[in-house]
C-alpha cells in the first residue's frame, strides 16, 4: 500500500482539557512519534494566508463543533505524508482525532487502520477548571465558558461513540487524568509497555 498505510498509528482523545497535548509531548521525547494535533492543525489552516476553509474553521472552534471531515482527514493525511518524506518518520500520535464515527470509518477505510486509542478519562469539574485557568494566557478563543460548555456536550454526544466503538474490539487504553501530569504518564508508560510500545 501507500506509505501511510504502513504506518503505527495511535488516536490520542479524551474530553477538553483531559491532557492530551500535556502527554503527547512525553511521548514524542520518549518513544519517537510525531505529534500531530488536529485541533493544531486546523488553527494552523485557520490562519494561512489565501486558505479556503480559514473562516469555516473559525466557526466551527468557536462553537465547539467538530469541523467536517473532508477538511480534517486531508490536513491530516498532507502532514503524514510530509513527516514520512522529510522526517523519515512513520509512527504518529494523531491527537483529537477521530471526533466522530464518520471519521473514523473513513481514516481507517482511506488512509490506515489505527493499533489503538490513548483515551484520557477525567472529570468535568477538572476539565473546566484547567481550561479557564489557560484561557487566561492562552489567547485560544474557546477557553471561555460558554464555549467550553459547548466543547463538553460535543465530547459527550460526538466523541464517546468514538471511543465505546474501538473499545468493542479491544482497542482502547484508558488513562486515568486526574492526578499530575508526572502521574498521568506513568499510567501511560504501563498502557505503552502493555501494547508492546518500546522507548526508542
Ligand atoms: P483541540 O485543540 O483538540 O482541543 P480540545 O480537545 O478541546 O483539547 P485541549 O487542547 O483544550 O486540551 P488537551 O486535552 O490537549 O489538554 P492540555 O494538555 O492542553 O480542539 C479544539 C477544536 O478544534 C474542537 O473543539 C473542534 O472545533 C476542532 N477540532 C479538533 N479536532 C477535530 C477533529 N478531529 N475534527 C473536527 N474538528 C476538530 O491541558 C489543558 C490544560 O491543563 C493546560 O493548561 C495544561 O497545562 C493543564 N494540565 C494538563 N494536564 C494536567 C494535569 N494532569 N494536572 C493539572 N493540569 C494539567
Do not use: W
Request: net charge negative.
Amino acid at each position: 500500500g501507500t506509505a501511510e498505510g504502513e504506518a503505527t498509528v495511535i488516536f490520542v482523545l479524551g474530553g477538553p482539557g483531559a491532557g492530551k497535548g500535556t502527554q503527547c509531548s512525553n511521548i514524542v521525547r520518549d518513544y519517537g512519534f510525531k505529534h500531530l494535533s488536529a485541533g493544531d492543525l486546523l488553527r494552523e489552516e485557520q490562519d494561512r494566508q489565501g486558505s479556503d476553509f480559514g473562516d469555516l474553521i473559525k466557526e466551527y472552534i468557536r462553537d465547539g463543533k467538530i469541523v467536517p471531515m473532508e477538511v480534517t482527514i486531508q490536513l491530516l493525511e498532507n502532514a503524514m505524508q510530509a513527516t514520512i518524506k522529510n522526517d523519515g518518520v512513520n509512527k504518529f500520535l494523531i491527537d483529537g482525532f477521530p471526533r466522530k464515527m464518520d471519521q473514523a470509518i473513513q481514516f481507517e477505510k482511506s488512509v490506515c487502520k489505527s493499533n489503538f486509542t490513548l483515551f484520557f478519562e477525567c472529570t468535568e469539574k477538572v476539565m473546566e477548571e484547567r481550561l479557564l485557568n489557560r484561557g487566561k494566557t492562552s489567547g485560544r478563543a474557546d477557553d471561555n465558558e460558554e464555549s467550553i460548555r459547548k466543547r463538553f456536550r460535543t465530547f459527550v454526544e460526538t466523541s464517546m461513540p468514538v471511543v465505546e466503538y474501538f473499545d468493542k474490539d479491544g482497542r482502547v487504553v484508558k488513562i486515568q487524568a486526574v492526578q499530575t501530569p508526572d502521574e498521568v504518564y506513568e499510567h501511560v508508560k504501563l498502557g505503552f509497555a502493555e501494547r508492546g510500545i518500546k522507548l526508542v
